[in-house]
């Protein structure tokens, strides 16, 4: 008789498994856009799951262009950018994006995931070093990974620990790579110091904008502008990345930097090459929301306001609000089961925020994860006080 396991059944196994330890991972079927204000199994929901930061995502305006670009352009841009899929609507938006974020130059990828696994890959390989922060997002730690770089994952925010790693390094090439606001923790990594360090340490620094793009700085325009390093003179080392799936309500991503960088991933990023272009119609879509995040200052503030009435709400909580100023407001519960019961408690009393946790943060740090948006209302906010308040009784 056949003693194996089979694949399948192994596979089982490990899912129930999973599933014993509040780890497995489901997914809800949406029968509308995932938005601020929701129905959910007929129910109205306020959601505070979504990357949607500046309430972008349905604009009016960015579906009236993504629909008279497919008329245009048609839907599918056919080939890969090298090939013949590159339309005027991806050139006309790599300089949008360029100037926006005050970088010389821009390149489109199709998403974060790809942009960063594309740059880390090009720049550095065996024999070359990569350090990069412990809270790093997933796309990152896999770029590091797949590059064959010697990886140092450096505590987060451990400065010291980094300089001491780059100085004794004698690899060739050097990348330094961060997200810019940490996308489960909601701080801003000390850009003007890894900058200065990588400058000491003749490093290349790749920042990941991700959840700053469109939301710091006074403009929007990420955070190049919140620390005031746009068009710095240490730039040339400086690869800017951030998406345009978050904040700027779209899809795709894009890296910014210096000509001769972005030459370089046209040649060398093996995600930008070898795969078809975006559809011309998102790249129109997102030179509107670049309008939108420039011109509608109140979305920005009013999320200033939204993240001061939160955690002013929270004082005197049971549960601890993490350190941040920015739309990723997480809330540290600590282990699975807890932070399941609570999302599941909220989501039952109409109000939908997520528990994140251990693989994508560490163990025993099981979260919620709030996120605000400009298309919440003060009153949402209160009413997510009000229920936490009520839960905690
Ligand atoms: C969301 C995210 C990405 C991935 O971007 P996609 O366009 O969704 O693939 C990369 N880095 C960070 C920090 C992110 O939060």
């Given at each position: 008789?056949?003693?194996?396991?089979?694949?399948?059944?192994?596979?089982?196994?490990?899912?129930?498994?999973?599933?014993?330890?509040?780890?497995?991972?489901?997914?809800?079927?949406?029968?509308?856009?995932?938005?601020?204000?929701?129905?959910?199994?007929?129910?109205?929901?306020?959601?505070?799951?979504?990357?949607?930061?500046?309430?972008?995502?349905?604009?009016?305006?960015?579906?009236?262009?993504?629909?008279?670009?497919?008329?245009?352009?048609?839907?599918?841009?056919?080939?890969?950018?090298?090939?013949?899929?590159?339309?005027?609507?991806?050139?006309?938006?790599?300089?949008?994006?360029?100037?926006?974020v005050?970088m010389?130059?821009a390149l489109?990828f199709?998403?974060g995931y790809m942009a960063n696994?594309g740059a880390v890959?090009?720049?550095?390989?065996?024999?070359?070093?990569?350090?990069?922060?412990?809270?790093?997002h997933?796309s990152l730690?896999?770029a590091?990974?797949?590059?064959?770089?010697?990886?140092?994952?450096?505590?987060?925010?451990?400065?010291?620990?980094?300089?001491?790693?780059?100085?004794?390094?004698?690899?060739?090439?050097?990348?330094?790579a961060t997200d810019a606001?940490?996308?489960?923790?909601?701080?801003?990594?000390?850009?003007?110091?890894?900058?200065?360090?990588?400058?000491?340490?003749?490093?290349?620094?790749l920042v990941d904008d991700a959840?700053g793009f469109?939301?710091?700085?006074?403009?929007?325009?990420g955070v190049?502008?919140?620390?005031?390093?746009?068009?710095?003179?240490?730039?040339?080392?400086l690869i800017y990345m951030a998406t345009?799936?978050?904040?700027?309500?779209?899809?795709?991503a894009f890296v910014a930097g210096?000509?001769?960088?972005?030459?370089?991933l046209?040649?060398?990023?093996?995600?930008?090459?070898?795969?078809?272009?975006?559809?011309?119609?998102?790249?129109?879509?997102?030179?509107?929301?670049?309008?939108?995040?420039?011109?509608?200052?109140?979305?920005?503030?009013?999320?200033?306001?939204?993240?001061?009435?939160?955690?002013?709400?929270?004082?005197?909580?049971?549960?601890?609000?993490?350190?941040?100023?920015?739309?990723?407001?997480?809330?540290?519960?600590?282990?699975?089961?807890?932070?399941?019961?609570?999302?599941?408690?909220?989501?039952?009393?109409?109000?939908?925020?997520?528990?994140?946790?251990?693989?994508?943060?560490?163990?025993?740090?099981?979260?919620?994860?709030?996120?605000?948006?400009?298309?919440?209302?003060?009153?949402?906010?209160?009413?997510?006080?009000?229920?936490?308040?009520?839960?905690?009784?």
């Amino acid at each position: 008789m056949d003693k194996r396991v089979g694949l399948i059944d192994m596979l089982a196994a490990e899912l129930a498994e999973l599933e014993a330890q509040g780890l497995k991972r489901r997914r809800r079927t949406l029968e509308m856009p995932s938005r601020a204000h929701m129905m959910l199994d007929g129910h109205p929901v306020i959601s505070f799951c979504n990357n949607d930061y500046l309430g972008l995502a349905g604009h009016t305006d960015l579906i009236h262009a993504s629909r008279d670009a497919a008329v245009e352009a048609g839907v599918g841009a056919g080939s890969a950018h090298l090939v013949a899929g590159h339309h005027r609507l991806h050139a006309q938006l790599e300089k949008e994006l360029a100037d926006f974020v005050g970088m010389q130059d821009a390149l489109l990828f199709s998403t974060g995931y790809m942009a960063n696994i594309g740059a880390v890959t090009a720049l550095v390989g065996r024999g070359d070093a990569v350090f990069g922060d412990k809270l790093n997002h997933a796309s990152l730690v896999d770029a590091c990974l797949l590059s064959r770089a010697e990886l140092t994952r450096y505590p987060h925010g451990d400065l010291d620990f980094l300089e001491a790693k780059l100085k004794v390094s004698t690899a060739r090439r050097k990348l330094v790579a961060t997200d810019a606001v940490f996308s489960m923790d909601g701080d801003i990594a000390p850009l003007p110091e890894l900058l200065a360090l990588c400058e000491r340490y003749d490093a290349w620094l790749l920042v990941d904008d991700a959840h700053g793009f469109g939301v710091l700085g006074e403009h929007g325009r990420g955070v190049l502008e919140h620390f005031a390093t746009r068009h710095s003179p240490l730039a040339t080392r400086l690869i800017y990345m951030a998406t345009l799936g978050k904040a700027a309500g779209v899809f795709g991503a894009f890296v910014a930097g210096h000509p001769t960088l972005i030459e370089w991933l046209v040649n060398k990023a093996r995600t930008y090459v070898y795969t078809t272009a975006t559809p011309p119609m998102l790249a129109a879509a997102v030179s509107t929301s670049l309008k939108l995040i420039a011109a509608d200052d109140w979305r920005r503030i009013r999320l200033k306001e939204l993240i001061a009435q939160l955690r002013e709400g929270m004082a005197g909580q049971p549960w601890t609000l993490m350190e941040s100023n920015t739309p990723i407001q997480p809330l540290v519960v600590g282990d699975n089961a807890t932070a399941l019961r609570l999302a599941e408690a909220l989501r039952e009393r109409g109000v939908m925020v997520p528990a994140i946790r251990p693989p994508t943060v560490p163990q025993g740090t099981a979260r919620l994860r709030i996120s605000l948006s400009a298309a919440h209302a003060a009153a949402d906010v209160e009413r997510l006080l009000a229920t936490l308040r009520d839960l905690a009784g």
